[in-house]
């Protein structure tokens, strides 16, 4: 089963547009990254499959994480990202990425 990854993600009251974004990795370093001055959460173009959903999903719970001010460090953010796509996956459940520009 497919799940649009939504143009705008949503939680609470924090809407952050969806975007891919070229070269991040090899500028920064990064697979992605949510911007809370700019509102928009930029996955890299160069990154596919599991690797994008794992990142989608990290900024996710970024995104969670400021808006319930929970305080996670970044490596608890990465396990917790880790295994909401290890679960998706279990239930056969894909990211689709179609909408997204």
């Known amino acids: 089963m497919k799940i649009k990854v939504p143009t705008v993600n949503q939680i609470g009251s924090l809407k952050y547009p969806v975007r891919f974004i070229s070269h991040m990795r090899t500028d920064d370093g990064w697979k992605g990254s949510l911007n809370e001055?700019?509102?928009?959460?930029?996955?890299?173009?160069?990154i596919s499959g599991n690797m994008r959903d794992r990142?989608?999903?990290?900024?996710?719970?970024?995104?969670?994480?400021?808006?319930?001010?929970?305080?996670l460090s970044e490596d608890n953010i990465s396990r917790l990202a880790n295994g909401f796509c290890e679960y998706l996956n279990n239930l056969d459940i894909e990211l689709d990425w179609k909408d997204i520009k």
Request: hydrophobic share 35%; no cysteine.
């Open 37 to 46: 001055r700019t509102g928009v959460i930029h996955i890299e173009t160069e």
């Open 55 to 71: 990142t989608y999903l990290h900024e996710i719970v970024h995104q969670i994480d400021i808006n319930y001010e929970i305080g």
